[in-house]
Nanobody, 123 residues
Framework: QVHLVESGGGLVQAGGSLRLACAAS????????TGWFRQAPGKEREFVAV????????YYADSVKGRFTISRDNAKNTVYLQMNNLKPEDTAVYYC????????????????WGQGTQVTVSS
């Protein structure tokens, strides 16, 4: 069992930066690919980024590529999402998720989820 807790969300102006963290409990967390997803009001949850177990492979949604960076520190059981040059359309609740069984970009394939952290970008 893995318990995930996100932090680092907040209100920021367009062009600003935030760093989200996903802290995990459970000894097997470092064995799972871990992803970030987001959900804006009235929209479906969408893939943002994912990182492999070792951290050697990362994948991003086209909408965030070049602006967001996912990383992990397995010694601290934590995955990060550095978000730069934020845009109003990045406003959403951001969730981390672990242990995908299948497609790494499909939310329905993930076993464990955090409660989410709100990111609001003002124009």
């Amino acid at each position: 069992q893995v318990h995930l807790v996100e932090s680092g969300g907040g209100l920021v102006q367009a062009g600003g930066s935030l760093r989200l963290a996903c802290a995990a409990s459970g000894r097997t967390f470092s064995s799972y690919p871990t992803g970030w997803f987001r959900q804006a009001p009235g929209k479906e949850r969408e893939f943002v980024a994912v990182i492999s177990v070792s951290g050697g492979s990362t994948y991003y949604a086209d909408s965030v590529k070049g602006r967001f960076t996912i990383s992990r520190d397995n010694a601290k059981n934590t995955v990060y999402l550095q978000m730069n040059n934020l845009k109003p359309e990045d406003t959403a609740v951001y969730y981390c998720a672990a242990d995908p069984d299948g497609s790494w970009s499909d939310a329905s394939d993930y076993e464990y989820w955090g409660q989410g952290t709100q990111v609001t970008v003002s124009s």
